[in-house]
C-alpha cells in the first residue's frame, strides 16, 4: 500500500556536520597516502555515491581525474554478485592508481565485483572509499580502505542513499520510520 499523504523526513542517524567532519578526515588520508602519486582517478559508483564523492573530492590536494561507473545487479540471477555494467568509465586504469568511491557497503557482493574488474584492468591500485558499512552485513570479504562509519544493519537513506529514488537530497544520513522500513521490505 502507498499512501498520498506526504512521509514524514527521515530520522537523523549522522547529522549533516558529522558528515562534513569526516569527509574532511577522509580527503586528509587520502591526500597523505597519495602524495607520491602522478593522479588519482576517483570512479563514482552511480548514483549514490555522487553527493559524497564531490563533498570528498572539492577536499583532496592532489592531482585528481574523475569519473563514473554504474552497474545494476540481475534481478533473480542465482549468482549473487552478477553485475551489468551499465555505464562504463571513459579514462583508460591502466598502470593508475584507482580510487572506487561508494555510498554504502552491505553484502560486498557489489564492490567484490568492481574491485576486482579494475584490477583485472590492470590499474596499478585499486582501493576503495565507502561513506557507509554496514560490517555485519557482509556475505563476501571486501576491505573498505577508507571508510566514513561503520552502522548497525539498518535501511538508511539520504547524502545520496535512496528508498525507491526518494530521499537522496537529504543533507544527512536518515533511517525511514517503521512503517516506511514494513513497506521497504515488503518489497524486497
Ligand atoms: P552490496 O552488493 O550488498 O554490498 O550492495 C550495496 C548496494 O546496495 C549499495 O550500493 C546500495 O545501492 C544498496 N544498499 C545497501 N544498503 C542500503 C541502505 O541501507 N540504503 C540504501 N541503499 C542500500
Ligand atoms: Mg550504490
Known sequence: MHSNAEPLPPEVLIPADRLQRRVTELAAAIDRDYQDSRR???IGVLKGAVFFLTDLIKQIQVPVAVDFFQVSSYRGSTTPGEL????????????????IIEDI???????????????FRGARTVRLCALLDKRER????????????EIEDRFVVGYGLDFDERWRNLPYVGVLTP??????????
Open 105 to 119: 557497503v552491505d553484502t560486498g557482493y557489489t564492490l567484490r565485483t568492481i574491485l576486482d574488474m579494475f584490477r
Open 84 to 99: 551489468r555494467v551499465r555505464k562504463d568509465i571513459d579514462l583508460p586504469v591502466r598502470g593508475e592508481d584507482v580510487l
Open 40 to 42: 588519482l582517478i576517483c
Open 138 to 149: 557482509r556475505e563476501v570479504e571486501v576491505t573498505v580502505d577508507y571508510c566514513g562509519f
Open 179 to 188: 512503517a516506511q522500513s514494513a513497506v521497504e521490505k515488503a518489497a524486497q
